[in-house]
């Protein structure tokens, strides 16, 4: 009977463990919603102008309006876009309003020719942002042949000399030949949270089926030897 009561406890204690994790995977999955509601919420406001101190946190997403002329120097960031390819996102010093600020203008392909911009005025409409993109095994840019390897806002800023503060292009008129806006959006945040739950729970299950079956087994083998 012993025996019956310890493979009964654990069966109890191990299904309640893994459905656990399950809810938990579930209120995480209701906790991401809305994080993603926010941004795309956030991403279809009406453009404002550039707050004069941007949060990183407060401001992340902020739709964004700003007139000024794009400096030449850019910076490569290596991207790739589903259907087209590898490429880089192309990001210059941006002057608005005596600020020299940071600009994402898009996504160019590795075959096509980098020109300058205009030397007159853009309209920009887009976002800011500070990617989130560098970890321990992000290579160091190439200075050489000017690639990076992640949008660090901060390196960015350093290397440019500007404020740190990023602007991701939705819209800008005139465009430069050859490079595409790549917008912010929420495809690139994962949300695989009801999948794991759906795991959890199917492993629940599982171990209830094995430890009812393995609880049976004991105790006709118990039986047999009454």
């Known amino acids: 009977m012993k025996r019956l009561a ?13 459905l656990s994790l399950g809810k938990w ?16 919420n956030r991403l279809a406001e ?18 964004v309006q700003a007139k000024g002329t794009i400096e030449h120097a850019n910076v490569r960031v290596l991207a790739s876009r589903k259907h087209i ?7 210059s010093p941006f002057v608005t309003n005596g ?24 309209e920009v409409i887009g976002n800011l ?9 992000t290579p160091e840019p190439d200075l050489k042949n000017n690639i990076w390897f992640a949008r660090d806002v901060s390196d960015l800023a350093q290397h440019f000399d500007t404020e740190p ?20 959006d929420t495809t690139g945040i994962p949300n695989d949270h009801f999948q794991y ?6 492993l629940a299950v599982v171990w209830t089926i094995m430890s009812f079956a393995f609880l049976w087994k004991t105790r006709q083998k118990t039986k047999g030897k009454d």
């Not at 602007?167 to 912010?184: C, G, K, Y």
Request: charged content about 20%.
């Open 129 to 137: 942002h500070w990617p989130q993109e560098a970890d321990e095994y």
């Open 197 to 202: 739950a759906m795991t959890w729970f199917s």
């Open 46 to 63: 009406t453009p404002k102008s550039i707050p004069q101190k941007p949060n990183p946190e407060a401001d992340r997403y902020l739709s």
């Open 6 to 18: 310890f493979i009964l406890i654990v069966a109890v204690l191990g299904t309640g463990v893994l």
């Open 165 to 184: 503060v990023l602007i991701i292009v939705s819209n800008i008129t005139p465009m430069t030949s050859h490079i595409a806006p790549l917008p912010v």
């Open 99 to 122: 600020r020299r600020i940071l600009l994402d203008r898009g996504f160019i392909k590795t075959d096509k020719p980098l020109t300058a911009p205009p030397d007159s005025p853009v």
């Open 25 to 40: 995977q579930m209120d995480r999955l209701t906790w991401k919603k809305a994080i993603l509601q926010d941004i795309t």
């Open 85 to 91: 390819g590898a490429g880089y996102r192309v990001i």
